[in-house]
């Protein structure tokens, strides 16, 4: 028989057993659950390794577009101000005409003047009362196309009272240009014609052909067979030995006028509204006059002197008006 000692021990051991099963399912559960936190911690840790990695990207990427972003602002205010820049000098630029401020017309007394040489044979003095203010004076106190004086400013004629005597002297004596002055003068007007010539949109075409050589000039004019242009010296000096030298120039005058000619054409077709201020007109015998006054060098000083300065009114005229249309 099994004393109640002993089964109180069987009871005890039973009891320990039951409980050592239970702590080992504890500690399974435990060893389980604890597997499974660092399982999840390390999910954790990776996720978190990544989101810092991805926000120092993040980080990185806006620091480099935030560089670029000041740099393109920096880049655009700084091509705002080149624009800028450059609309202002367009504009000073659409206001300049280096044609205008190569070629310089305008007038001293009778004389017409181009870059401040006269051209013209002759004309009676001034009374000292006349201003007879050069080129430079004028420049200074005119406008660009102010040609007001140009036009009304006549030759003095040798009758005026004005012209009588002063301090006892008289004031009659006539003004010569040497040649070399009057060449100089008409190798700039071929000059400056041949450069409106060339204008691009400026529609003026010569029939006849213009060398500008300064001094020693020349007009090609045209043959109507088709042959070559027959050249003409648009220079002259009556100390020259020249056979036939006057006639050849005046044909290289008048040649050079009906170049002028031309140019007036191509701005009424241009413009039917816009006329130049001395008509230029070639007769049926072929004497060509500008103004109602023959362009022909004669005896007449005075006369071509005027016929000259109407010639450089037009180009005046035809300058400011290529100036307008044609440089813009």
Avoid at 91 to 100: D, G, H, I, K, Q
Avoid at 241 to 258: E, P, S, Y
């Amino acid at each position: 028989m099994i004393s109640s000692h002993d089964e109180g021990d069987v009871v005890k051991e039973t009891i320990l057993c039951d409980e050592e099963l239970a702590l080992e399912d504890k500690c399974r559960v435990l060893r389980s659950q604890i597997r499974a936190i660092r399982e999840r911690r390390s999910q954790i840790k990776r996720a978190t390794d990544k989101v810092t990695k991805s926000a120092s990207e993040w980080a990185s990427y806006r620091n480099r577009a935030e560089q670029d972003l000041s740099a393109a602002v920096a880049t655009f205010k700084s091509a705002a101000m080149s624009n800028q820049t450059a609309m202002a000098s367009l504009e000073v630029a659409r206001n300049l005409s280096p044609t205008v401020d190569c070629f310089y017309i305008w007038h001293r007394g009778p004389f017409g003047t181009i870059n401040g040489l006269r051209l013209g044979s002759e004309a009676p003095s001034l009374p000292p009362s006349v201003s007879t203010d050069d080129d430079s004076v004028a420049n200074s106190a005119k406008p660009d196309f102010d040609l007001s004086s140009l036009i009304s400013q006549a030759p003095v004629s040798s009758s005026d009272p004005s012209n009588a005597a002063v301090g006892g002297k008289s004031t009659n004596e006539t003004i010569k240009v040497p040649w070399p002055e009057i060449n100089a003068a008409l190798g700039m007007a071929a000059l400056l014609l041949s450069t409106l010539e060339k204008k691009p949109h400026s529609g003026i075409k010569f029939k006849n052909e213009i060398l500008p050589m300064g001094n020693f000039s020349k007009i090609g004019i045209a043959q109507t067979d088709g042959r070559p242009p027959v050249l003409f010296n648009l220079h002259y000096s009556e100390d020259s030995f020249q056979f036939f030298g006057k006639r050849n120039f005046n044909t290289a005058l008048d040649g050079l006028f009906h170049c002028l000619k031309d140019a007036s054409d191509a701005v009424s077709r241009i413009d039917k509204a816009t006329a130049l201020p001395h008509k230029v007109e070639v007769s049926p015998q072929g004497e060509v006059t500008i103004g109602g006054i023959p362009v022909t060098y004669g005896d007449n000083g005075e006369v071509w002197t005027k016929a000259m300065k109407y010639f450089l009114t037009d180009l005046k005229w035809l300058l400011a008006f290529t100036t307008k249309n044609a440089d813009r």
